[in-house]
């Protein structure tokens, strides 16, 4: 059972400095070469990468187009 | 030796800067609605600040440095005048037991669905609804940083910026943010599922 051994706690605690691209050199290799063993790993890892995407998608509203002309009348006229 | 610049001459550069400004203000305006919507409570608390935040800059634009990144200048405006609004009197977070660990999520969907395996389609079982939600229940420190990092795309330093805290306590809050938000949305899908 991979999920209750330490090195895949270990895994799962680099797994958010590991994708915001913040480890050291040494600390990615770790994180890869663990998960090039383990798939356990590996699709949770993949998991959070299209998890943050898909968030991203899904809250992005575009702006109400009342609020863009709304916004535009509060310059300041030049006189 | 260079004669002095006439009076008229100061006017018109100081309203072509002004102009300038402004323009380049207005069409950074859908990035700052897109983050201002999730800072906020709600979809018209988010206009009404978006148009606060742009009548201050345009009233105070000679206090901003050309150069510099206006877009990160105008959400420092934006998240002053969300904290001047009150809205911290809001829950605070206990420090303790919010977030489930990092896989949580996933083995929480794993087990709703026996098994799964396409990662790239388990997220799909997530509704949009399911995830605007879970992030506005998340509390307001952890959310801005999820907010300006995860979805305006702003640096760790551009948002220790923004809130003015240091870049630690960013990194540590997104850190924290993001587990709390997968709690949610596990907790939805849970529901969802009953």
């Avoid at chain 1, 330490?6 to 605690?13: A, F, G, I, K, T």
């Avoid at chain 2, 206009?47 to 959400?75: D, I, K, M």
């Avoid at chain 2, 939600?133 to 952890?142: E, I, M, N, Q, R």
Wanted: glycine letters at 4%.
């Amino acid at each position: 059972m991979g999920h209750i051994d330490d090195p895949c706690s270990h895994c799962e605690e680099m797994m958010q400095p590991y994708l915001d691209h913040i480890l050291s050199e040494e600390e990615m290799r770790e994180a890869e070469h663990h998960l090039d063993e383990c798939e356990w790993c590996r699709k949770r890892y993949r998991f959070e990468e299209s998890l943050r995407v898909y968030v991203r998608t899904a809250v992005s509203e575009p702006m109400p187009a009342a609020l863009k002309e709304k916004l535009a009348a509060l310059r300041i006229p030049l006189n | 030796m260079a004669e002095a610049p006439s009076e008229a001459t100061r006017i018109a550069t100081n309203a072509r800067d002004r102009v300038r400004f402004e323009e380049e203000a207005l069409a950074l305006s859908d990035q700052v609605y897109r983050v201002a919507r999730h800072l906020a409570n709600s979809r018209e608390d988010a206009e009404e600040l978006v148009q606060e935040t742009y009548a201050r800059a345009f009233r105070s634009w000679r206090s901003y440095q050309p150069g510099t990144n206006l877009r990160a200048w105008l959400l420092r405006i934006l998240t002053n005048l969300n904290i001047d609004r009150g809205r911290r009197q809001q829950r605070t977070p206990p420090t303790q037991g919010l977030e489930a660990n990092d896989y949580y999520l996933y083995d929480r969907l794993a087990e709703t669905d026996g098994g799964l395996t396409d990662e790239d389609r388990v997220v799909e079982r997530l509704s949009q609804d399911d995830i605007v939600s879970a992030l506005s229940t998340v509390p307001h420190d952890f959310r801005d940083v999820i907010v300006l990092v995860d979805i305006g795309d702003f640096s760790y330093q551009d948002a220790a910026q923004i809130l003015d805290i240091p870049i630690g306590t960013v990194m540590s809050r997104l850190h924290r943010g993001r587990r709390i938000l997968k709690r949610e949305l596990a907790e939805s899908v849970v529901e969802e599922g009953s």
